[in-house]
């Protein structure tokens, strides 16, 4: 045997076991991504979830985390080098997390979406920061009017048609209270702060004000469109039409719609779906939120899809997005009570759900979500400026100073905070 055929056949042998150990190896394992997201929000996420690990070999292990503890305890496991790879976050504290510097801009992959030019404004709005893209549409809930259509009848208004300015808006409330006294013509949760600029503000958008600047570095409360909302919430207390027992509701009858006895309240999109199913036999009617005098807008509530910065499942996370944008994935996350985050694709997806769901789906795309790096500080904690102001300029004597007085706190908390 020559020297060249030994090293033909040891090089042969070499590559029959590298082979055999490749195949003994099998395929490269399979990813799996931690997705946190917080409580009380149905099943819209883990059905997501559970559908994308049904049809793909990497996986995605979601957290529910307790709704009042995501915030703290997203940060906590971020300074300690613990956070999950991603987290479904209530999209207005997105500022604050992509301030700090600890989200992936996603910048140039979003931009790269073919639909991206559909996906909410609202959203990506609060995701921006200095730029950059820093977190992505994920689940979407929408604020709008609901009226109590037998009531409606019963005060001899049309049943068919909410209110679309403030003057309707007031003599439907003062006519449905007049039916007796354990009716209300309207109702809100007047010491609840994040009920409030949930309901309150897109009254303040569709008249074409605003309460922060875009950039959210200043404060713009003492418009004259915050005191013509105000003026008819105060309008609707002299008339008598908004129960007592709304001054102090913290939130525990933020529903109180579902009663019977209430003419008109401010709820979210994802209530309609418990109203249906909860409550069959009230009989009601959704619009969007009138302006003064016309137009309409919403509060654009729901989560940012946030990616962890250093994650080692950057690329995963995209493909779990890109699978939750799809028709399949939008359609699944409309079925358990999240509205489309595509407006492109938005009513086709909605045409077999509930008609009050088709009418919030609509706004989405022109609703707003306030931009602020201490949104919790100014707006969301129990005693935040934004609360103290709207208050004492509803219930209080000089809803002037109230106002005013609201913006200075507000736009010193803002400064401290930059």
Same mark, same amino acid.
């Given at each position: !045997?020559?020297?060249?055929?030994?090293?033909?056949?040891?090089?042969?042998?070499?590559?029959?076991?590298?082979?055999?150990?490749? %195949?003994?190896?099998?395929?490269?394992?399979?990813?799996?991504?931690?997705?946190?997201?917080?409580?009380?929000?149905?099943?819209?996420?883990?059905?997501?979830?559970?559908?994308?690990?049904?049809?793909?070999?990497?996986? $995605?292990?979601?957290?529910?985390?307790?709704?009042?503890?995501?915030?703290?305890?997203?940060?906590?496991?971020?300074?300690?080098?613990?956070?999950?790879?991603? $987290?479904?976050?209530?999209?207005?504290?997105?500022?604050?997390? +992509?301030?700090? &510097?600890?989200?992936?801009?996603?910048?140039?992959?979003?931009?790269?979406?073919?639909?991206?030019?559909?996906?909410?404004?609202?959203? %990506?709005?609060?995701?921006?920061?200095?730029?950059?893209?820093?977190?992505?549409?994920?689940?979407?809930?929408?604020?709008?009017?609901?009226?109590?259509?037998?009531?409606?009848?019963?005060?001899?208004?049309?049943?068919?048609?909410?209110?679309?300015?403030?003057?309707?808006?007031?003599?439907?409330?003062?006519?449905?209270?007049?039916?007796?006294?354990?009716?209300?013509?309207?109702?809100?949760?007047?010491?609840?702060?994040?009920?409030?600029?949930?309901?309150?503000?897109?009254?303040?958008?569709?008249?074409?004000?605003?309460?922060?600047?875009?950039?959210?570095?200043?404060?713009?409360?003492?418009?004259?469109?915050?005191?013509?909302?105000?003026?008819?919430?105060?309008?609707?207390?002299?008339?008598?039409?908004?129960? +007592?027992?709304?001054?102090?509701?913290?939130?525990?009858?933020?529903?109180?719609?579902?009663?019977?006895?209430?003419? !008109?309240?401010?709820?979210?999109?994802?209530?309609?779906?418990?109203?249906?199913?909860?409550?069959?036999?009230?009989?009601?009617?959704? +619009?969007?939120?009138?302006?003064?005098? &016309?137009?309409?807008?919403?509060?654009?509530?729901?989560?940012?899809?946030?990616?962890?910065? &250093?994650?080692?499942?950057?690329?995963?996370?995209?493909?779990?997005?890109?699978?939750?944008?799809?028709?399949?994935?939008?359609?699944?996350?409309?079925?358990?009570?999240?509205?489309?985050?595509?407006?492109?694709?938005?009513?086709?997806?909605?045409?077999?759900?509930?008609?009050?769901?088709?009418?919030?789906?609509?706004?989405?795309?022109?609703?707003?979500?306030?931009?602020?790096?201490?949104?919790?500080?100014?707006?969301?904690?129990?005693?935040?400026?934004?609360?103290?102001?709207?208050?004492?300029?509803?219930?209080?004597?000089?809803?002037?100073?109230?106002?005013?007085?609201?913006?200075?706190?507000?736009?010193?908390?803002?400064?401290?905070?930059?």
């Amino acid at each position: !045997m020559t020297r060249s055929n030994t090293y033909s056949k040891i090089v042969a042998r070499l590559m029959t076991c590298a082979g055999a150990m490749a %195949l003994l190896a099998g395929p490269a394992s399979a990813e799996t991504m931690t997705l946190w997201s917080r409580s009380g929000q149905g099943e819209t996420i883990p059905a997501l979830v559970k559908a994308f690990n049904e049809s793909h070999e990497d996986q $995605v292990q979601v957290v529910q985390v307790p709704f009042q503890e995501m915030v703290q305890k997203y940060a906590t496991a971020l300074a300690g080098g613990e956070a999950p790879d991603a $987290v479904a976050l209530d999209l207005i504290y997105t500022p604050s997390f +992509a301030a700090s &510097g600890q989200l992936e801009p996603l910048t140039d992959w979003a931009k790269s979406l073919s639909y991206f030019d559909s996906l909410s404004k609202a959203h %990506l709005s609060v995701a921006t920061y200095q730029g950059d893209i820093y977190g992505m549409p994920f689940t979407t809930e929408t604020s709008v009017m609901a009226w109590n259509k037998d009531l409606f009848e019963k005060a001899g208004l049309d049943p068919e048609k909410g209110p679309t300015n403030y003057a309707e808006w007031r003599d439907m409330a003062k006519r449905v209270d007049a039916l007796g006294d354990d009716i209300d013509g309207f109702y809100f949760s007047g010491n609840c702060a994040g009920c409030t600029i949930f309901s309150f503000t897109p009254m303040i958008w569709a008249s074409n004000g605003r309460i922060l600047s875009d950039d959210g570095s200043k404060a713009t409360l003492d418009t004259p469109q915050m005191h013509d909302a105000v003026d008819l919430f105060r309008n609707m207390i002299a008339d008598g039409s908004i129960a +007592a027992s709304a001054r102090t509701d913290n939130g525990t009858n933020f529903l109180s719609i579902q009663n019977g006895r209430i003419g !008109m309240q401010v709820v979210g999109a994802a209530t309609i779906g418990v109203l249906t199913t909860q409550h069959p036999d009230l009989n009601f009617g959704v +619009a969007p939120i009138p302006g003064k005098d &016309g137009g309409s807008s919403t509060f654009v509530g729901g989560d940012n899809f946030v990616i962890t910065k &250093g994650s080692d499942h950057v690329d995963l996370a995209k493909t779990f997005l890109e699978f939750a944008y799809s028709p399949e994935g939008q359609t699944l996350m409309a079925k358990y009570g999240s509205l489309p985050a595509r407006s492109d694709i938005s009513a086709k997806i909605m045409a077999d759900q509930d008609s009050r769901l088709q009418v919030a789906a609509a706004t989405v795309p022109t609703g707003h979500t306030p931009y602020s790096v201490v949104f919790n500080d100014i707006i969301n904690s129990a005693n935040s400026p934004w609360i103290q102001m709207l208050s004492a300029a509803i219930y209080g004597d000089d809803p002037d100073a109230a106002i005013a007085e609201g913006e200075r706190q507000m736009q010193e908390t803002i400064d401290f905070g930059s």
